[in-house]
């Protein structure tokens, strides 16, 4: 790397530095002699930066007092560029995903494939929807969200073992934006978040774009590990801890009802927040312990989503926690979106009600059992290593041979048109570089592996 070059790593690690929330406005940056130890480089090429990053106005200087951040950076989830030509990150995995016309296979994916989804049902019931009263048509919805779903809700969530009056339930557009009014509430920028490692890639990315600080505990597969568990919270004080409950993504694990006790009590006792993500609850065929069962809504905040169980493009999601904590919930939604989609919440509800989701489930679990079946037997012929052995759900979290990088062998196998998922994208601390997530609805085709083991040969032959 050249001069030039070294002092443009230096400014962007300063700017991500400031996208970050690592460094606010005002905050001090380190001197230039440490600067310089820190990235390896000679005080000259820092000086140089610290120049450039004060004439266009990003720093500034004080004489005698060093340099400080003049304002804040614009946010950055992910450097800018071809979402093929970037570094694999977890939007990178998201772009590819859905902007997928070129993609002739996505095993990467977290979602059912359109002829599993129950397109008749859902032109029925959105037909009937738009018959019904002209507000659903043209006008906004209550503040919590169409009643009569919210009240469909309650009896689901007390199935579950989860007591919640339709008053302690907002529904949301998507799961995503429950989560993201979730940090809205709780998170300030600085502020520690907690994560499993590996966990769902976006949570990182919301985790981000609140600026807050992330830190990762490793997950097994009875759940998160205990005893780090309670030294991260000792160390770092985390505001939030983010989770995924039934069939954890990405590693389709349950955590079991010990280790679910042990993480409450750990949260009481450090002022924690648990946000239980279940939007993969359906998929179970048998009882599911959850937090939000045991936790009675002290310090648990309950998501849910129909989208990946009846339809992406129907954006419904809903949070259920205890009243003050909605009540401000509520006030943050109409601040953000003013209303929600009261066409699709209704249609939603005629089909939970019609018996349309119901057996759609039925049978989409019994598909399932048989994709996983079929998915494990072409992974263990393929060379890799399950992690664990999920008992129902879309995922498998696997090994690959010999030491390879999955980041390696996905791009190679994006070049025939299957787009894999890297372990390291759902992983924070990135240790995760060997694995694969594997999504069984999408794994059908025998091609897929043969496609992957083209990519391992060609990774393998390469790094030797």
Known sequence: MGDMGRIGWVMADIRERIAAGRLQAGSRLPSIRRSAEALGVSKSTVVEAFARLTAQGEISSRRGAGFYVSRSQPLSLAPVGSPVEREIDPLWVMRRSLAADD????????????SWMPDDSIRRALRAAARGATAALVNYSPPLGF??????????????????????????????????????????PGDSVLVDD??????????????????????????????????????????????TGTFQNPTGAMPSSIAQHRILKLAEAHNLIVVEDDIFADFAAQPVTRFAAFDGFERVIYVGSCSKTLSAALRCGFICTRPDWIDSLVDLRLSTTFGGNELATRAIHRLLLDGSYRKHMHATRAKLAAAHARTRARLSDAGLREWCQPQGGLFIWAELPDGLDAA????????????????????????ARGFLRFNV????????????QRAMRASRKHRD
Request: glycine share 6%; hydrophobic share 40%.
């Open 103 to 114: 993609l002739a296979f996505k095993p990467g994916c977290g979602w059912l494939p359109d």
């Open 408 to 431: 390696d062998v996905t791009r190679r196998a994006l070049r025939e048109g299957v787009m894999l998922a890297p372990g390291d994208v759902f992983s924070c601390n990135r240790s």
């Open 198 to 243: 590996p966990c769902y890639f976006n949570f990182l990315n919301i985790a981000r774009a609140h600026r807050a600080k992330i830190v990762s505990v490793p997950y097994t597969p009875n759940g998160p590990d205990p005893t780090r568990f309670a030294e991260l919270l000792t160390e770092h004080a985390p505001r939030l801890y983010l989770t």
């Open 147 to 188: 009643e009569a779903l919210r009240e469909h809700l309650s009896r689901v969530l007390g199935e579950r073992g989860i007591g919640a009056a339709r008053d302690q339930i907002l529904l949301t557009d998507s799961g995503t934006q429950a989560i993201d009014l979730v940090c809205r509430l709780f998170v300030q």
């Open 441 to 452: 609805a999408q794994c059908s085709e025998a091609k897929i592996f043969e496609v992957l």
